[in-house]
C-alpha cells in the first residue's frame, strides 16, 4: 500500500486565524512555506508517496491557500528527493483545459515524472465563480449537484469536455476539438506561418492551422497518473470508470464505500476497461495519531473547530477520522482495506493549525508503527 499526504493549506494557528484576513499575513505566508517545505523533507525521508494539495484562491481567510496548482507542486517536488508531488487537483471549470495539458506536462519534465494529478468541479462561489472559465459557469455546491439543477449540470459540462481535450492533447500529436463548450483551434483555423509548415505539423495547403500540440509531451507515457478528486456522487464514479481517473473516497460509511467500488468496477467493464479492484478508487482520512485519550479528545475539538467554521457552511461534512493510537488507526485501515482491496491511502493532517512538532511526531509514528503493518519499502525507500 501506498501512503499519500494532504494538505489542507492552512496559513496559520486558530488563534491566528481568528484575527482576521490571516491570508494576506506576509510573515504567515512565510512561515508556512517553511512548515510545508519541512513537512515535505521528512516524509521523503520517512517514506511516503506524494504529498498533495487542492487548488484555491482568494483565500484571505488563509484557511486553504493553495493558489496555484502547478507552483506549489514544483515547490513540493524541489524539496523532495523521491517523493512525488500531488496535484488534488486542477480545478477544471476554472482553466484553459489545453493551457492546463501543457502546464501538467512542463511540470512532469521538471520533475522527471515525480509527479500525480487530480482535477475537480469546484464548490467555492466566490473563486470558482470569479475565475469562471466559460460564460455562466459557477460553482457545484453539494446542495446543487444533488438537485442536477442547471447550476450543477453547466459546471459538470464543462468539466467533462475539459477532460476530454486535455487527454486529446496528452494522446496526440497534434488534435483538433470542436464541442459544446471549447473549440481548438478557435472558429476552426488559425492563422500559420511558413515554419509550421517545414518543422511541424497541423498546417494544411491554405496556410491556417487547422490542429494544435501541446509542447513538451508528457515526461510519462502517456501521462501522469490521474485521479479524481474526492469523489462522492455515483455519477462522478461512472464518468472516473470511463475516463480513467482514480477516485479518492474520504468517508468511513463502508456500506457506501463498497457500493462505489462496486459501481466504478461495472461501470469500467461497461466501458471496456480491465481494471484491478485495487485500482478502482483510493481511500483516507484527517490522521490523528495519539496513545492520549485526552490530547484525541483536545486534537479532534481543534479540528472540528476548523471543519465546523469553514467547511460545514460549504455543505461538506467532516471527512472519515483515522484517530486513536497507532493499533487503532492500523485497525481501521485494516478493516477498510479487508472489505474494499484499495492500495492507496490519503491523509490529511493537521498543517497550518498545529506546531510543527506535533504534526512531526505523528507522521513519524505512522510510518514507523503503522505503515510496515501494509506495507514494506522499495529500493528507493518508498513505502509499497
Not at 10 to 32: D, K, S, T, W
Not at 125 to 143: E, L, Q
Not at 264 to 273: E, L, N, P
Not at 301 to 328: C, R, T, Y
Request: proline share 5%; hydrophobic share 40%; net charge negative.
Amino acid at each position: 500500500m501506498k501512503f499519500n499526504l494532504m494538505q489542507t493549506g492552512v496559513i496559520g494557528r486558530r488563534y491566528e486565524l481568528e484575527q482576521g484576513m490571516a491570508g494576506q499575513n506576509p510573515e504567515l505566508y512565510q512561515r508556512f512555506l517553511s512548515e510545508v517545505k519541512g513537512y515535505v523533507q521528512l516524509a521523503d525521508e520517512l517514506g511516503y508517496n506524494a504529498y498533495c494539495q487542492p487548488e484555491h484562491h482568494l483565500q484571505i481567510e488563509g484557511f486553504e491557500i493553495n493558489n496555484h496548482p502547478g507552483m506549489f507542486s514544483l515547490f513540493v517536488g524541489l524539496h523532495a528527493k523521491r517523493m512525488k508531488a500531488g496535484i488534488m487537483g486542477y480545478t477544471l471549470p476554472t482553466h484553459n483545459p489545453v493551457r492546463v495539458a501543457e502546464e501538467i506536462a512542463t511540470l512532469d519534465h521538471m520533475l522527471q515524472g515525480r509527479l500525480i494529478v487530480g482535477f475537480t468541479r469546484g464548490y467555492h462561489a466566490r473563486w470558482v465563480d470569479s475565475f469562471a472559465s466559460r460564460p455562466g459557469v459557477k460553482a457545484s455546491t453539494p446542495v446543487n449537484a444533488k438537485a442536477r439543477d442547471e447550476q450543477d449540470a453547466l459546471n459538470r459540462e464543462v468539466f467533462e469536455e475539459s477532460l476530454q481535450v486535455i487527454k486529446k492533447a496528452w494522446g496526440n500529436d497534434v488534435f483538433s476539438h470542436k464541442g459544446k463548450h471549447w473549440e481548438f483551434p478557435p472558429n476552426g483555423a488559425s492563422d500559420g506561418h511558413p515554419a509550421y509548415a517545414a518543422f511541424g505539423k497541423g498546417m494544411d495547403d491554405d496556410g491556417m492551422v487547422r490542429k494544435i500540440g501541446i509542447a513538451p509531451r508528457c515526461f510519462q507515457d502517456p501521462h501522469p497518473k490521474v485521479y479524481g478528486g474526492f469523489a462522492g456522487s455515483m455519477r462522478t464514479v461512472d464518468m472516473w470508470a470511463r475516463e480513467g481517473g482514480k477516485p479518492i473516497v474520504l468517508a468511513d460509511d463502508l456500506d457506501f464505500c463498497e457500493s462505489l467500488w462496486n459501481r466504478y468496477m461495472d461501470s469500467a467493464q461497461k466501458a471496456g476497461r480491465d481494471v484491478a479492484r485495487e485500482d478502482a478508487a483510493a481511500w483516507g482520512g484527517f490522521l490523528m495519531l495519539t496513545d492520549d485519550k485526552q490530547k484525541a479528545k483536545d486534537l479532534m475539538e481543534e479540528h472540528k473547530w476548523f471543519w465546523d467554521k469553514w467547511f460545514i457552511p460549504f455543505g461538506q461534512k467532516m471527512p472519515n477520522v483515522l484517530i486513536g493510537s497507532a493499533e487503532e488507526i492500523a485497525d481501521k485501515i485494516g478493516r477498510a482495506h479487508d472489505r474494499l482491496g484499495f492500495n492507496e491511502l490519503f491523509m490529511m493532517y493537521g498543517q497550518g493549525h498545529l506546531d510543527p512538532d506535533q504534526n512531526n511526531e505523528e507522521l513519524e509514528k505512522f510510518a514507523r508503527l503503522v505503515a510496515p503493518k501494509f506495507s514494506k519499502k522499495d529500493s528507493d525507500g518508498t513505502l509499497v
